[in-house]
């Protein structure tokens, strides 16, 4: 017996893995060669592509689809209807075949409700993008980006609050500036 759910609704092709405790709601497709982490969860009408990639811990809300080219690493979240492409320049009458751009969301990061992910970009380490924003460029980590196109408007704590000019969070962590990046200071 699976140790995983997949509502009957649902389709898991043959060659595709899924990991322990996962949860795949209604009327998914999760496509040959996908690979999904533990403890992970796909809302409604969720689709992930051939031989996508996904972390242990993340969370797909409904109607998200994941294309060939995408990487969620551990502890994702992706808001309801945020959008993924994986062609930087598509044609109805030149297709690809497999040639996609590389979009990488790094581990803890957040995406918004409604956002688009333009491919060929990074998404930081526990970025929050925020929703309706469209990507067009790498994002930093712990980077807060908004608006179309996306642009920087402030950073965020990994546990998700927006940070202040002192780079203290409530939940006790702590950040510093390296060159323009920002990096957490290390607990005592």
């Given amino acids: 017996m699976p140790m995983f759910f997949v509502h009957e609704s649902s389709y898991v092709d043959d060659g595709a893995t899924i990991g ?37 811990g993340v969370r797909i809300q409904n109607n998200v689809s994941v294309y060939e080219g995408v990487e969620l690493e551990d502890n994702v979240f992706c808001g309801p209807s945020c959008v993924f492409t994986n062609v930087n320049t598509p044609r109805a009458h030149f297709p690809v075949h497999g040639v996609y751009a590389r979009t990488r969301v790094c581990e803890g990061a957040s995406l918004g409700a409604n956002c688009t992910i333009v491919c060929g ?66 607990e005592e």
């Avoid at 930093?140 to 408007?153: C, E, N, S, T, W």
């Avoid at 546990?159 to 780079?167: A, D, I, Q, V």
């Avoid at 203290?168 to 060159?179: A, F, K, L, P």
């Fill in 121 to 186: 970009h990074t998404v930081g380490r526990s970025a929050l993008v925020a929703a309706g924003a469209v990507v067009t460029r790498d994002v930093k980590d712990y980077a807060l980006v908004a608006g179309v196109p996306a642009r920087q408007i402030g950073w965020v704590c990994a546990c998700g609050k927006k940070l202040g000019e002192s780079l203290s969070c409530t939940c006790g962590r702590r950040y510093r500036m390296e060159g323009g990046t920002l990096r957490p200071v290390p």
């Fill in 20 to 56: 322990e405790g996962t949860k795949i709601w209604h009327f998914c497709h999760v496509q040959r060669g996908a690979v999904i982490g533990r403890n992970c969860s796909l809302g409604q009408n969720v689709n992930i592509g051939n031989d996508v990639r996904i972390g242990n």
